[in-house]
């Protein structure tokens, strides 16, 4: 099994690119999706969230503007909550990788691959990346995000010039669809090249 990490800063598009690879038959694990899983209704993590972070749950499991407010801004905070959070999303990659044991393939898609050190865990990385006022421009309209707040994400990201320079591949998206599907099968060839997908 070879193991790709997929990252990219956000609104660089690797949702889209994720969602690529799942079309072609090669399975993602989502690590915001299992986050959202672990911190929904009657998830995981959720008690320990309320117990170090009181008021940031409900009975919807986490609120995560509430939960951002409480820790984007404190480094302390934040390593408290990836504390929580970390070892429960790698219980449950253990567990899609033996699911996904007989897969040649498989895709990581990790938005802080190389900030958590993810990028050991892996043998090659992938990053979705995009022109840096095609960013802004998506995530901007996002509800409920400004440019403070964007430029607070962003300064807990790596830059791109710098994931790109450690990655082995880089996707863009700021091309017509067709062509970061096209990236996207060669990344795949690259990596497997008998699977003939």
Known sequence: MIRLGL???????????????ADAGVPVFDADAAVH???????????????RFPGTTGAKGVNRTALSEAVLADDAAMRALEAIVHPAVGQERAAFVIA???????VFDVPLLFETGGDRAVDAVAVVSAATAVQR??????????PARLDAILARQLPDA??????????????????????????IACLCPGEGR
Do not use: N, W, Y
């Open 100 to 106: 996904h044991a007989d897969a040649p393939l498989v």
């Open 162 to 187: 710098e994931k790109r320079a450690r990655a082995r591949f880089t996707i863009l998206t700021d091309v017509a669809l067709d062509e970061t599907r096209a990236a996207v099968a060669r990344v």
């Open 137 to 146: 421009a998506r995530v901007l309209e996002r509800p409920g995000m400004t």
């Open 37 to 51: 899983r672990l911190q929904g209704p009657a998830g995981r993590v959720v008690a320990a969230i309320e117990a």
């Open 7 to 21: 990252t990219g800063s956000i609104g660089m598009g690797k949702s889209t690119v994720a969602a690529m690879f």
